[in-house]
């Protein structure tokens, strides 16, 4: 009996997730030809990767790709963020974004936990990582501040 929990959940938990082909091209898409506002991507555990759950356009907002999260579940997300310098040059710093809710399952967190590293080895030209447990470690004044 010690054994029926932990013996299930441990292969699992542990094995890290590869990136989908389209989610390493749709990455790729909004870095070089700036396509996309942000992506936010999801752990597939039938397949055993991490696939694109929903794509930003470049019109979207900031409090648009916030919107898109959900409340009670991880994600993983890239994030184009766009400004200007204070010498007047325009600028962009890509974020990836680990987003893992307090309220969301332990399973849930447990496989983003262990996932995330290497998904974010794959996506190659992330200025910087952010880790968010709540909105407002994520907030727009956070971004604005890492990127300059």
Not at 130 to 142: F, G
Request: some cysteine; hydrophobic content about 40%.
């Amino acid at each position: 009996m010690a054994m029926s929990f932990r013996g299930l959940s441990r292969p699992n938990a542990s094995c890290a997730m590869a990136a989908a082909e389209h989610s390493k091209n749709t990455f790729m898409e909004l870095q070089r030809k700036k396509v996309h506002r942000y992506v936010i991507f999801k752990v597939d555990e039938k397949k055993r990767e991490v696939v694109v759950e929903k794509i930003g356009g470049p019109a979207e907002s900031y409090d648009d790709f916030v919107a898109a999260l959900p409340e009670n579940d991880c994600r993983f997300a890239v994030y184009d963020f766009d400004f200007v310098t204070s010498d007047n040059c325009q600028k962009s710093k890509i974020f990836f974004i680990a987003w893992s809710p307090s309220t969301s399952r332990i399973r849930a967190k447990m496989l983003y936990a262990t996932s995330k590293d290497q998904f974010r080895r794959e996506l190659d030209g992330i200025h910087y990582e952010i880790q968010a447990t709540d909105p407002t470690e994520m907030d727009l004044e956070v971004i604005k501040e890492r990127a300059h």
